[in-house]
Nanobody, 122 residues
Framework: QVQLRESGGGSVQAGASLTLSCAVS??????MAWFRQAPGKEREFVAA????????RSADSVKGRFTISRDRPKSTMSLQMNSLKPDDTAVYYC?????????????????WGQGAQVTVSS
C-alpha cells in the first residue's frame, strides 16, 4: 500500500511562488504526478515525473512556470510554482501509479493524496 501526503498549499497574490511537496510512504512507485481541481471543473493534469529516471512532462498551461522534481532518497516529490495566476487556484492532488501508459489521465493512478488548497488572488 502507498500513502501520499501533500503539504505547502496556501494563499498568495498573483505573481508569487509556492512549493508543494508530496511525501510517499509504502512501496516504490513508478510514476508520480500532480493534478488539480478547481471548483466546478474536472480534475486536470499538471505534471508527472518518472521515479526511476526523473523524466517529466507538464501541461501546456503551466510550462515555463511550474517545475516538478523528485528526491528518491527522501521519497518526496515537489512542484515549484512560479508566476502564479488566479487561474491556478485549485486543490492540488499528488498521485502515484505503477503501470502508466498515459500520465495525463487520472484513471491511470492508483494512489492519491488528500489534496492541498492553492488560492491565487489578483
Amino acid at each position: 500500500q502507498v500513502q501520499l501526503r501533500e503539504s505547502g498549499g496556501g494563499s498568495v497574490q498573483a505573481g508569487a511562488s509556492l512549493t508543494l511537496s508530496c511525501a510517499v510512504s509504502g512501496r516504490t512507485v513508478a510514476v508520480m504526478a500532480w493534478f488539480r481541481q478547481a471548483p466546478g471543473k474536472e480534475r486536470e493534469f499538471v505534471a508527472a515525473i518518472s521515479s526511476a529516471v526523473g523524466s517529466s512532462r507538464s501541461a501546456d498551461s503551466v510550462k515555463g512556470r511550474f517545475t516538478i522534481s523528485r528526491d528518491r532518497p527522501k521519497s518526496t516529490m515537489s512542484l515549484q510554482m512560479n508566476s502564479l495566476k488566479p487561474d491556478d487556484t485549485a486543490v492540488y492532488y499528488c498521485a502515484a501509479g505503477q503501470r502508466i501508459s498515459d500520465a495525463t489521465q487520472t484513471t491511470q493512478y492508483d494512489y492519491w493524496g488528500q489534496g492541498a488548497q492553492v488560492t491565487v488572488s489578483s
